[in-house]
Structure formats: C-alpha cells, structure tokens
C-alpha cells in the first residue's frame, strides 16, 4: 500500500510500477505526473500495473498527466488476468490529461488480458479525462475543491493551482482578474476548470475571465459532483464570452427554487457552441408539477452548435420556458479548434429525460395564441439565418436514441424545428400530456427512423371535446390549462408539417 500526495515526480522512466504480491492499493492525490517514460518500446508511461496475479485497487484524485510518453499507455498501462478487473472512472477523480492530438487521447490508458502481449485494447480513454481541444501546458487548469480534514485549503493565497484549489468559483475569479499578462498568456488563459467532489453553489460563472475560446468544465462524475446556482442580474449561471465554446462534462446541473428564473448555460455568436457530455440535469427533488415554481425563460440557450451525450433530465417541471433554445445553427466542419468533436456528428445521442414542463396561466389577457405555439416545447430549434436562401439546408440536427416518457410542455411541441434539417432514428417519445404536438416541423426537410410515438392513456384529445373529459381524462387538467385560447386547434397532431 502506497500513498503519494502533493508531490510532483519528473524524473525518466514510469513513475509508479506495481507488481503486487497480495491485494494491493495505489492511493495517489495532487500529484503532477510530467515527461514520464522514453517511449521506445514500453507500456505505460506514468502508470504500470500488473493485476494477472492480484488485484490493485486504484485511487487517483486531482491529478494531471503532461508529456508521457510510451508505445501504448502514454499515462497507464494495467494488464489484466480477466476483464472482470477493469478498472472504472471512479479510479481517476478530478483527473485530467493533457494531450495535443487525438493520437495522445486514443494511447492515454492502455490495457491487455491474459499473457496476449501482441493483443492491446485502446478503448479507456475516457477513464481519465482530456479537453476538447489541444493543450500544451499544465498552467491552463484550476481546480475548485471543498475543504475536508485531509485537506484545508488557504483561499487567502492564490488559489487554483492542484495544490492549494479555490473553494469557490469567485474566489477563482477574483485572482484571475488580478493576474498580470505573461508572454505566452498561459498566466491567464485558463481552459480547463475541474470541479472536485461534493455541492458547489455559484451565482455567476463569467467565463469570458478565462480568456480563451474554448473551455472546459470538469467535475468528478454525475453523482459525486453538484453545481447549483444562486439568483443573478442575468438569470443563468455559465455565460460564455461571444464565440466562446462551453464543453460541461461528468457533473450534475441541479435547479433551486430560490433562483427560479435562473437557466444553466448560454452562448452567443455564430463559432460559439456547447458540449454537454456524460452530466445528469436535475430539478427541484421536493415539489410536484403543480406546486413548481421554476419559471425560466431556457436552460440552455446555445448560439452556435449543440452536442448532448450520455445528458439525463430528471425532475423538470417548469411554469414557462424551454429546457433547449438552440439559434443560428451551425455544423462544425473545418473547426480546428476542437479536435475529438471532428470525429463526431453534432446532435443529441443517448440523451434520457426523464421531466415534465409545466406551463399554467401563461398568457393573462386571453388572447388567441396560434404559430407562437412554435416558440415553445421540450425541444425548440429555430434557424435565424435569414441571408441563406436555401432555409431548409442552411443547418442541420441530429438527434439519435432519446428517450423521453411523460414529458409536455403545455404550449408547443415535444420537438420543434424550424427552417433547418432533421434527423431523427432509434428515438422513443411516450405518454406526452397536454393537447400540442410530438413533432412540429416548418419548413424543414426531415428523415424519421426506427422510431416509437405513444399517446398520453393511448388516445388522442380533440381540444374541441375538452368540455365533454371524463374523469381519467380530467386528472390532466391540473397539468393542462382548459382554456381552449391556449392551443391552435389547427396543429394538433403526431407531426404537423407547414411548408
């Protein structure tokens, strides 16, 4: 058994190798592993385990891996008796590597089976996590960490650093404004921000104090990192600087009815976007749709480009708003600012809601509403490109394997989309309330695939017979408004096409 903390190893050659004779532990923390390994015919470069005698339980927190190099496992390399082993992300908490080419990504963690030396596995790369972008320089990560017995962290002091973490993020901000501009402005350009574990509550997250175009906010995993906001002058808790990119990923963005009107994130200009990767989005767990009080104008308002993967929405239930607002949409080809999302297709991938939206008394004068029914729903995606003659090719959205159950939003759609392309496959839509539609599509060329809709009781509502709702039926009306001036009777379908 080994610990290793607040120490920086930089010598040749792996810095820990272990060839345990019995049950063993590798307990490491605040470590800065850098130019470990020759790379000239080895495995493993900061790290090597061998487990095909015992296990070696692994624990890795607050650590960065710079400039190891090896043929496979540029920064750990395990060999395994059987898969059963493998190792889980709950190994690396708080960890990051930074790497300047998706090569580097790929070989970060390497591993074999068995005595098959001639047979490595490349697909742990995501154990420890690596930006969007490349990176040079352990100087462009800050940490905030809560203060434990093992570790009192000084905020009096520059903090930040893997050593001495903020506690808060305006403590952060509070040295980043007071940082003179070195050569390289890597003293004040940040790009990664790593969350450590526990509940972090923040007013304001002003990314445009980073000074650069891309950054990334990291926690320790869905359920051991929380970020909640606090009330502020601009209703959202991460705004980026125009054109900036926001990747959020392994955290849980989690709602409070003290800041009702407050959405998470939100992005300007055309070359901006957000990637939100592997986090859980939370309402308020103690009320019910009928006593919410959550009425934001969004979530999530992205100018720019859009990619959701492995993103749970539980919980939701909302007066007013949407959960995304995506304008001017755009596709990332030819951004060399952010490699890995090259190798992938912008859209909404294994994303599961689990929420309801609710919307009561919305409008107080009465009035007829009809095609601003479009500005609302779960989903609202909306082209503002008014130069590109060709609408329906000016953008494009995927959205693959989503499943979403007992979601409404009392106005609008489930999904709408309008003047852009859509894709939808392998996507599951069940027992929507209220009387709008699944799909609202307006001038919008669309491929559907591979897809199940399911009716809220497995009927249709036909808004002219809500006088007449028998008392299953009634039980939505405390989800639903009745009055009929809330819908446009003439859009009410499974999808409704206009143009």
């Known amino acids: 058994d080994s610990t290793f903390l607040g120490e920086a190893y930089t010598s040749i050659g792996s810095a820990i190798r272990a060839y345990p004779t019995g049950p063993s532990t590798i307990d490491v923390e605040g470590v800065v592993f850098k130019g470990q390994g020759d790379g000239q015919g080895t495995n493993g470069g900061a790290v090597y385990a061998d487990m095909r005698q015992f296990d070696v339980q692994m624990s890795f927190k607050r650590c960065i891996f710079i400039g190891n190099k090896a043929d496979y496992g540029s920064n750990v390399f395990i060999r395994y008796a059987s898969t059963s082993q493998r190792i889980n992300r709950n190994s ?14 790929d070989i970060s963690v390497c591993y074999s089976i068995g005595d098959n030396d001639d047979e490595i596995f490349i697909d742990e790369r995501d154990l420890i996590h690596s930006s969007w972008n490349r990176q040079k320089s352990e100087g462009i990560i800050r940490f905030i960490s809560n203060s434990d017995n093992d570790n009192t962290f000084d905020p009096i002091i520059e903090c930040g650093s893997i050593s001495n973490p903020c506690q808060t993020f305006s403590q952060l901000s509070k040295f980043m404004k007071t940082l003179s501009e070195s050569i390289d402005e890597s003293a004040q350009r940040i790009e990664t921000i790593i969350f450590g574990e526990g509940i972090f509550t923040s007013s304001l997250i002003d990314l445009s104090l980073t000074h650069s175009s891309i950054v990334n906010i990291v926690g320790c995993g869905e359920n051991q990192t929380d970020l909640k906001s606090q009330p502020n002058i601009q209703n959202v808790m991460i705004i980026g600087q125009f054109g900036q990119s926001i990747v959020i990923e392994r955290l849980s963005l989690i709602m409070s009815p003290s800041a009702s009107k407050m959405g998470f994130i939100r992005t300007s200009g055309a070359e901006a976007g957000v990637v939100i990767q592997d986090v859980r989005v939370q309402g308020y767990l103690e009320t019910d749709p009928i006593k919410t009080v959550l009425e934001p ?7 720019g480009f859009i990619h959701l993967y492995d993103v749970i929405f539980e919980h939701i239930y909302l007066r007013s708003g949407s959960i995304l607002q995506v304008i001017g949409l755009r596709r990332t080809d030819g951004d060399n600012r952010m490699e890995w999302l090259g190798k992938t297709s912008i859209g909404i991938y294994k994303t599961e809601q689990n929420f309801n939206t609710i919307s009561n008394d919305l409008y107080s004068d009465d009035a007829e509403i009809y095609d601003s029914l479009t500005n609302h729903g779960l989903i609202n995606v909306y082209n503002l490109n008014l130069r590109n003659i060709d609408t329906i090719n000016a953008g ?4 693959s394997g989503i499943f979403v159950q007992k979601c409404h939003s009392a106005v609008g759609s489930v999904i709408t989309v309008n003047r852009v392309t859509l894709d939808l496959s392998e996507s599951i839509f069940q027992e929507t309330l209220c009387f709008g539609n699944m799909i609202y599509l307006n001038q919008t060329q669309s491929t559907i ?49 206009y143009k």
């Not at 104008?297 to 100018?303: A, G, V």
């Not at 494009?396 to 959205?399: G, H, S, V």
């Open 92 to 105: 690396f908490i708080g960890c990051t590597s930074i790497a300047g080419n998706i090569h580097n990504q």
């Open 396 to 399: 494009q959205i995927e959205i």
């Open 449 to 497: 695939r591979d897809c199940t809709f399911k009716g809220y009781n497995d009927s249709f509502i036909d808004i002219s017979s809500i006088s007449g709702l028998d008392e299953e039926i009634e039980q939505s009306n405390e989800l639903c408004p009745i009055n009929p001036n809330f819908f446009s009777s003439a859009i009410h379908a499974l999808v409704y096409i």
């Open 297 to 303: 104008q969004f979530l999530f308002q992205i100018e």
